[in-house]
């Protein structure tokens, strides 16, 4: 027995965390960028970044939820996008950009979420039940 799920279901869970982090980011960053919370030394790049990427991640969950091949390369571009984020992040940091540690909180957890779920979808990319489209 695999202590992995079934792809199948392992693709449900990713598909719903990515689903609830997408509609999560959209709302946190939605406000923010309407001005609705002070959130201290915002960094404009991440910030849009961080809200755009919402919306992918509500796209990714449901092509995760659907077992939809495409959800792999998605996922994949995701993460990786989220690392290059992070890396301009610690450039804009050692550079002596003002932040907040929550961001770096945040990026490291975006960024571990993704690596995740792109796992996820890795694995079930090849399973018989996937389906193109």
Known sequence: MSAWPSP????RVAGG???AFGVLT??????TLLGAFDMGAVVAFVL???????????VAGVGLWLARRWAFPLSLAIFAATL????GFGFHVARGGAF???????????????????IVAWRMRDH?????G
């Open 26 to 31: 959209l709302v946190s960053g939605g406000t």
């Open 84 to 87: 290059l984020v992070f890396a």
């Open 100 to 118: 907040e540690m929550r961001t770096v909180l945040a990026m490291a957890l975006r960024s571990a979420v993704w690596g995740g779920i792109a």
């Open 48 to 58: 849009w970044f961080n809200t755009v990427a919402g919306l992918a991640y509500l």
């Open 8 to 11: 199948r279901r392992g693709s």
């Open 128 to 132: 018989e039940r996937c389906r193109t």
């Open 17 to 19: 965390i990515a689903i």
